[in-house]
């Protein structure tokens, strides 16, 4: 399917979404507020219809502003590409802020965030955050880049282009959309995002590939037994809580960026979520997001492959043990 047939359904479907929730509103509120009372889930019905209204409509005003950009760039000519990729941004920002407090608001989620992304100075960084959910795509977005005004560029799946959104603002700014399993194609998009990074900018990537789950995790394991990898394996089985990660894209970005200082964000909380039926049983309602984040100065990075694949096992353990401590109420993890 072509970019532009898809754009075109999806956003022929968003819309559709938007204005049914809209016109249809007071009578699906009525119908979740009794269903709530019948079956007393902390109202769990009534907040995901309302952050689903508000979810549509960020989607279709967000459209509105992208189309806004544009016409402001197209009447300068095309000329002014620093204004527009600024204004792309900030339109990201908005979008991605707007989501984030209304999921907080609607499901009473509690957001604790100890440790520090930032350094010294604004210089740039890589930025490594663990995947368990997919509320957790917001996270680098809300902690990271709209607090300080840090121009993130994301390494994201190429299935979430299906958002409308994400595919034209998203494509617009230096972003890599890319396959499940990759190919050759998307490891030089991902070494391109990294080519010229600058002071106030930072990018990022969820080095496991994809979501965390217990099942997952077994068909690795087994996945790793049966072709022999015994070193990985190895590795792999110490991590209880987290998906080992993915060498190709952390290194490749690493040997693109030998400069780059690392940031890894652990987090625990929204992995209560990983599906429909999780967010309409209510398990979202009431969650603590614990959030942790390091710095590693580029200098402490090793240059040797063995050394720094060792290095970048190490910090996975310690997000492990993080999850793990988050997981035991009471417990601590390695910090």
């Known amino acids: 399917m072509s970019r532009w047939v898809r754009r075109l359904v999806t956003f022929s479907a968003y819309a559709t979404c938007a204005s049914f929730l809209l016109v249809a509103f007071p009578a ?9 009372v019948v079956r007393p889930r902390r109202f769990v019905l009534t907040r995901t219809l309302a952050f689903f209204l508000i979810y549509f409509w960020a989607e279709l005003l967000g459209l509105i502003g992208a189309g806004a950009v544009w016409l402001l760039h197209a009447a300068s000519g095309f000329r002014a590409q620093d204004s527009f ?34 350094g010294t100075d604004r210089s740039p960084f890589l930025l490594l955050v663990r995947h368990a959910s997919v509320a957790d795509t917001l996270l680098p977005a809300v902690l990271v880049a709209n607090r300080e005004r840090i121009r993130l560029r994301y390494v994201l799946k190429s299935e979430l282009v299906w958002d409308p959104c ?7 700014l230096p972003n890599a959309f890319v396959h499940r399993q990759g190919d050759a194609r998307d490891i030089e998009r991902v070494r391109a995002l990294a080519a010229d990074l600058s002071e106030g900018e930072g990018l990022m990537i969820f080095p496991e590939g994809t979501r965390f789950t217990p099942a997952k995790r077994r ?3 087994e996945s790793l037994e049966q072709k022999g990898e015994t070193d990985v394996l190895r590795r792999a089985r110490r991590l209880t809580h987290t998906l080992p990660p993915r060498l190709g894209g952390v290194t490749t970005l690493l040997e693109a960026a030998p400069g780059l200082d690392v940031v890894v964000c652990a987090h625990h909380g929204f992995d209560a979520v990983r599906s429909m039926a999780d ?20 200098t402490e990075i090793p240059s040797d492959d063995s050394a720094r694949i060792e290095w970048l096992f190490a910090q996975w353990e310690r997000v492990n043990d993080l999850v793990a401590g988050w997981e035991v109420p009471g417990k601590q993890g390695r910090g």
């Open 219 to 221: 068909r690795l394991l």
């Open 85 to 118: 990729i600024a204004r792309n941004y900030a339109l990201q920002r908005a979008w991605s802020q707007a989501l984030f407090t209304a999921a907080v608001r609607i499901f009473s989620i509690e957001v604790a965030v100890t440790g520090s992304w930032q």
């Open 166 to 172: 994400l595919d034209v603002v998203g494509n617009r």
């Open 28 to 36: 699906l509120l009525l119908g979740a507020l009794v269903l709530d």
């Open 279 to 298: 967010l309409l049983n209510g398990r979202l309602v009431g969650v603590k997001v614990s959030v942790s984040f390091w710095r590693i100065p580029a």
